[in-house]
């Protein structure tokens, strides 16, 4: 395992790995993601109460766990190349970023559009919706701290330990709803009782997820790839590649 | 202790010390980050006087009254164990009906009904497809809520 650990952890090795792996995330996420917005938009029943407006949950939903899930990939690889010393963690952690602030911004959204027509307001001081604002602003300062460094090693520690100080507000996003009282509705498939939405409007939120996730994962192996040739411009192993092709 | 070690331990340290500054901080102010009170809170006394505040609850059946050709709305919220009586002039949301949960934001009056500034409707963690809300609400499941008409227009076209 650990030499598994050692090779994938070589930029070369990283380099073609990633490469031979995206199409093989890209081709089915955008498979899910077809399969879960037409199951979103047209199988799936109307709500019984908000109508056909919840369903931009479709997206609000997968965007708002990406916004976490990818701030929680970032903290552990940011924790993983400061306490192993591997640049390569740093690098993942560095073409996480902007991804993941994408994400935040695309749930904020959406859920100000959805917020509007239910609630009747697009932005409220609430503490689910003010912790997300919080996440982005993490994500927004993580990339400036990197982009204040012109040495990249000093820019991979120092943003590092950012990353690992904000990763306390992902649990506050996540167990707001529930420590506070909120405008936010509680959890409705996360929870250990059944899942509070009715099977036929939950499959195609499933499978958005699961799109999400892969789409995620086949952007990660083009931006790491990228940061991989960025860090790597010197070395002979490129221009090797370079010359070969 | 290895150096990689040592690493380990700070980052550990960074993440305990930051955790638990931040528990603290939200514990000293759970009062302000209170985003809304409830109505045994407010029966209590236990709401500023000074400054407008939130208050949420359940719409109870039946409390819902509008003189027609008005906008003066008035309900009772209820937590199940106090209620208050609101009072709101204006729009209100296509989700308010009596039985669902409720923020208004506003001020106790004199007589000690809410005035109302603004009405939001807080709508729960279930989705289901009409039909298998109207098989629950056959059952008596309390949590299925059935629309009122609020809007005047609706009232006037009924």
Known sequence: MWLWFHKLSSPPHAYRTAGRLRPWFFWPAILLLLIGTYGGLVLAPEDYQQKDAFRILYVHVPSASMSLMVYVALAVAAAIGLIWRMKLAHAFAAACAPVGAWFTVLTLVTGSIYGKPMWGTWWEWDPRLTSELILLFLYLGYMALRASFDDTQRADRASAILAIVGVVNVPIVKYSVVWWNSLHQGPSISKLAAPSIDPSMLWPLLVMMLGFVLYFAAVMCDRIRGEILRRERNASWLSEIAVGT | ?158
């Open chain 2, 1 to 158: 202790m290895t150096p990689r070690r040592r690493r380990m331990v700070l980052v550990g340290l960074i993440l305990l010390g930051v955790g638990g500054a931040v528990a603290l901080a939200l514990t000293a102010f759970q009062d302000n980050l209170l985003y809304y009170y409830t109505p045994t809170q407010v029966a209590a006394g236990e709401v500023p006087n000074d400054r407008l505040f939130r208050v949420g609850g359940m719409v109870t059946e039946g409390s819902f009254r509008r003189e027609p050709g008005s906008l003066e709305a008035q309900f009772v919220l209820t937590d199940y164990e106090s209620n208050v009586t609101v009072s709101y002039t204006g729009v209100l949301p296509d989700l308010f009906r009596e039985g669902q949960g409720i923020i208004a934001r506003g001020r106790v009056a004199r007589d000690g009904r809410f005035i109302a500034e603004e009405v939001l409707a807080k709508h729960d963690e279930n989705y289901m497809p009409p039909d298998v809300a109207d098989t629950l609400r056959k059952q008596g499941d309390k949590r299925v809520t059935t629309p009122i008409a609020t809007s005047t227009v609706e009232s006037g076209a009924e």
